[in-house]
């Protein structure tokens, strides 16, 4: 079955529909294809993750980073987390200071890794900082469009900066025409939290940035399995 395409009279955005049941499928596989070309373009796509939809582009282009902070009226001095094909790709793009056990142990799954950046991470990315937060989503689809796209994605949430967190493409319709791609897989959770947020950069311990969707199995992990301390 091909991939089902809606064309939105207003600029025409492109929606592709996603069954992440079938990730060999020819219909899954034609969506990550097109997602990539359109990423490759210097595109922004929204994209399903296992929390709540984000909007992505290829983190080492720095124009498309910068229509993201335009689309979501976002200050350019707030950081956006980089989305990563699997756990070992963490180590290329940042400086991880932790056992590569604790890692697998955290992700995937809804919980944002901060550490140090590799200098071949894109220095328009994020530039008034030497920390990246890095997530690898526990959702099929994310993950295969990042081993796809060969590259990190820059990811943010699908929403105008400060307003509520979106589970469906609908509840993100006002930035449709701003989008060049918009993959849509249903309504995801019945949850608005994000991802938790742990800082790892420093040898030993930890500091929670935000509390997130899964602060208790991250405390359980890093303070109590690991033994690092709250920084």
Known sequence: ???QYVKQLLRMTEILKVDVSNRRGAAFQQVIQRAVKVLQDGGVIAVPTDTIYGLAALSQNTEAISKIYNIKGRHDEK???ISVGSVADIAKWSQVSVPTALLNDLLPGPVTVVFER?????PGLNPTTN???VRVPDHTFIQ???LAANSPLALTSANVSSAQSTLSIQEFQSLWPKLDLIVDAGVLSDSRAGSTVVDLSHQGQYAIIRPGSALPQTLRI???KYGLTER
């Open 1 to 3: 079955m091909k991939p």
């Open 79 to 81: 950081p956006i987390a």
């Open 118 to 122: 590799e200098t071949n991470l894109n």
């Open 131 to 133: 920390l990246v937060g």
């Open 144 to 146: 295969e469009l990042a």
């Open 222 to 224: 890093v303070r109590d």
